[in-house]
């Protein structure tokens, strides 16, 4: 008796599933999606300027209860989370049941890889004499890079990382570390600083500069791109300028606070 239940039940629910989801709800979506937007004359475009202006200034003149950042947290909100159902709906009909996993792992590394990794850089801003400190986090990564690529074009011969970086060279890579550690001297004599252990922890994060360099060529290599986009002409994308730095921030926030004792 409880089969037959579950039976109808079950097949109750795959005729209203063949019905309702599939192509024709996703065309519905989009076309009312197309048709908001042109119907209120491109309202979230228009006053997008608007919007991001209230994120960092206070509104003036304020009616209601309400103020309009409140309003637009609470609508986009309301939007994301419908996007996020609708997508997973979707990832789940079009390739089934992993692509929620790899939807998963995509959104998690999305969010540590470069929100939170990045976030590192406020922190360290917010320690004790941070608005020194957070420029070492630039410096090694930046400086590194720069005395790697010069060391590299005069003096290398040993190939570093030949399937994901065929141009790095062993030599370079020492060249940047010792650049970056002069560099952090400099710094550290032009800022005050403590001249041994900004040379350090230059040192340290020019290595971790090179891992993150390393990691994000092997996935555009995987991917077989050579850059993540085309923004900045002859050096790709933002991304591109900051994969090693997404690596090299929480690293110089930790060493500051073990090295410096802060």
């Excluded at 300027?49 to 950042?69: Q, Y």
């Excluded at 290599?221 to 730095?245: A, C, E, M, T, W």
Aim: aromatic share 10%; glycine share 12%; proline share 3%.
């Amino acid at each position: 008796m409880l089969a037959q239940i579950y039976n109808q039940i079950d097949t109750a629910i795959k005729w209203v599933d063949d019905r309702i989801w599939g192509l024709p709800l996703i065309i519905l979506i989009l076309t009312t999606g197309i048709y908001l937007t042109v119907r209120l004359g491109g309202l979230q475009i228009r006053h997008l300027p608007k919007a991001l202006r209230f994120m960092v200034k206070n509104e003036e003149e304020v009616h209601g209860e309400v103020t309009s950042f409140g309003a637009l947290c609470t609508a986009l909100s309301a939007t994301i989370g419908t996007g996020n159902i609708t997508g997973v709906a979707t990832a789940i009909a079009a390739g089934g049941p992993g692509a929620l996993f790899w939807m998963v792992v995509a959104a998690f590394f999305g969010m540590v890889y470069v929100a939170v990794m990045l976030s590192f850089i406020y922190l360290t801003r917010s320690l004790p004499d941070g608005k020194f400190l957070v420029w070492l986090i630039f410096l090694c990564s930046w400086g590194c890079d720069t005395c790697a690529y010069c060391v590299g074009m005069l003096i290398g011969k040993h190939k570093m990382a030949p399937v994901l970086s065929p141009k790095k060279s062993i030599e370079g890579a020492v060249g940047g570390v010792v650049g970056a550690a002069l560099l952090g001297v400099i710094y550290a004599a032009a800022t005050q600083g403590k001249m041994a252990e900004y040379a350090l922890i230059c040192a340290v994060g020019a290595l971790i500069s090179m891992v993150g360099d390393l990691a994000a060529s092997a996935i555009k290599r995987n991917q077989n791109i050579k850059d993540y986009g085309k923004l900045i002409p002859g050096h790709g994308g933002i991304l591109d300028r900051f994969d090693s730095v997404i690596i090299t921030a929480p690293v110089i926030y930790y060493l500051a606070k073990i090295i410096l004792g802060i």
